[in-house]
């Protein structure tokens, strides 16, 4: 069937199964029509480039942004490990070496949406944000950081503080912002206070940025149509006060440590509010307290989404008589047949701080903790709890995020007093092996999950992974797969004879677990990268991993088919870091950087991890990297490329071939 026979839905419908590189490589500049299609596709999807190769961004910015810029509306930058120095390289901030184009953010006039993931540098990210005035369609803006600036000088200190409360006034100046999301960026303790007045606004979600009541206070004041609200607020002094109301605000998840007053103090001045959705640490609330502060502050309230934790270390009551009197507060008409507002409770009869759990169902959040908690009861009536197995899925199909982190403590027996299963999870964080292998029960299916992380401590553990892997989907992509092992003498040989069905694009073998770095030998890394045409290395973009030779870093990137980019730790170069750490090293040579650039084409990005000096980031250009392989080993990585393609353009898109 050619393509062109087909409709422009279908067409357009197969275009967001395709990255933006290669959907512009296949299609732009074939036709008339074709062309206008990816115009078309563009004014609803982002040109995402947080995960670009090097071969790709070049191609990208040389051959195809220039005669598109002006049509897109949406765009994803990253500056982290995956994609070192690529805003700096796009849009030519400052001089760059390896940068040979001309763009500026002003030059995407259509922009509408931008998102901003992991920038390295401060200034640069203020500069970003600060050129954002000069996007007059922008309603979007997302900035997510892991990063926080900061200088043991006090002149350059005072520099920053200024510095950052500058930053957030410009986000707030900007005229058409409607939508902003910021995570982790950084703040002091009066930006709040500071901003100017934003009248545009109207979702705004602060992650992991705290404040107190007086901060958030102004922030209602100066963002006068603010609809919906995330944030985390910690009021313990009873100086911290509410001066502002805000009526516009209808809808707010709240992350909440302080007194009972300063929550009773905030909602006063969110009359309209309907939607709240609350986590409350160390907070003791039962049904009855809950009660008294919705009936008389929240009116409008109509969904109630609630999870408490808390601790009774000084309580000298028996733990089960605790948690027995505490649900019976929540029994009540008003709980059950006035709201239908059903809570659940997690506890350890064996806890010393009897720490408990307490949540509404159903569960409202993304993250679910499997720790130690062993005993469980809800106000669930019997009617609900002999539900259909696939209506009570429901309870928990939110969660996305399952950490087990510490299920190797846990007596996993208990967990079938638990009788939930998770159908959608996308990210489990997991120790293995874990005692009983019906632990497993609790999820349905791992068809969603694109992130896994692994602790081994034990060997039985691979068969529990190989487990877990055969339960995915297969002909799927897993973002993320990180291993780390408390067993160095056999880590790496067991882990690469598990055998996969999906391609896993990103592997991290860096021991973050253990106190002493284990680097792989010359051996193990061959076994590693002998084995990637048919183990997981086989659809690896990314590796993280320590070496004991400068040699093994060449024979990964030559050999890995697909690496696009390499993150490596090496023991030749454990000197030189300590050097580089030092103050003595402005002068100092950096010998590894110097090797690799003498070993490598001169068109890989190799530079130090800023944060972490004892890794080198080397970005790949795939197209110099098949110029470097032997014959077979490039028909190799090619054959593997098509097929993966055309396995997963047939297995997605099957109505459209003709039978056979």
Known sequence: MHLEL?????????????HSVDLLRA?????????????????????????????????????????????????DLSDDDETPHLPLLL??????????????????VHLRSLSLSNISSFDLQYDIVWQCHSLACLTH??????????????????????????????IWNLSKLRHCHLDGVQINDDTLSLLPSSSSMEHLSLNNISHNLHCLSHLLYCTPHLHRLRTTIYSYSSNDHMTSTSSSLTRMTLIYGGSLQSLVALFEHLPNLNHLTITTLRLHLDGNNWQDLIATNLGQLNRFEMKMKMDYREDHEDIDDIVAKLLATYESAYWCTDHSWYVRCHWNQSDPYKCVTLYTLPYAFHDFDFTDKLST????????????????YLLYDRVKIVDCANIETIALASFYLFPVRFRHITFLNICLPFVDDHFLFHFASFDHLKSLNVCIYKLSAYDQLQTIFDRCRAQTCLR???CESLMTNCFSTRLFQIKVKQLIRRIDLLNSRVDRRYYHSKEECSTIVDSSSTSMMAGCEV??????????????IAKVPILRLLIVECEEDKDDVS???????????????????EHLPSRYLIRRDPRFMSRVQIWIDGKVKLKRLSASDRSKSSSIDVNKWSQFVRSSFRHLFLDG
């Open 6 to 18: 087909l409709a422009n839905e279908l067409l357009l419908d197969l275009f967001t199964y395709i």
């Open 27 to 75: 299609f732009f500049n074939l036709n008339i029509r074709f062309n206008h299609l990816i115009f078309y596709h563009f004014q609803s999807h982002s040109l995402d480039l947080r995960s670009i190769s090097k071969a790709d961004f070049d191609d990208l910015t040389h051959r195809y942004l220039p005669s598109i810029i002006d049509r897109l509306t949406s765009l």
């Open 91 to 108: 849009l030519r901030l400052r001089n760059h070496p390896h940068s040979s184009i001309i763009l500026t953010l002003n030059q995407f």
């Open 141 to 170: 803006l997302t900035i997510l950081s892991k990063y926080h600036y900061w200088t043991n000088n006090n002149n350059e200190t005072h520099d920053m503080r200024d510095k950052i409360n500058h930053f957030w006034a410009h």
């Open 377 to 392: 009861r809800s106000t669930l009536p019997s009617l609900y709890r002999h539900q259909r197995e696939d209506e009570q």
């Open 480 to 482: 993320s797969f990180r």
């Open 543 to 556: 590796l993280l991993i320590a070496v004991k030779s400068r040699i093994s870093i060449v024979d990964i």
């Open 579 to 597: 050097r580089l750490s030092s103050s003595s090293s402005l002068c100092w040579k950096d010998d590894l950087i110097g090797w690799l650039r």
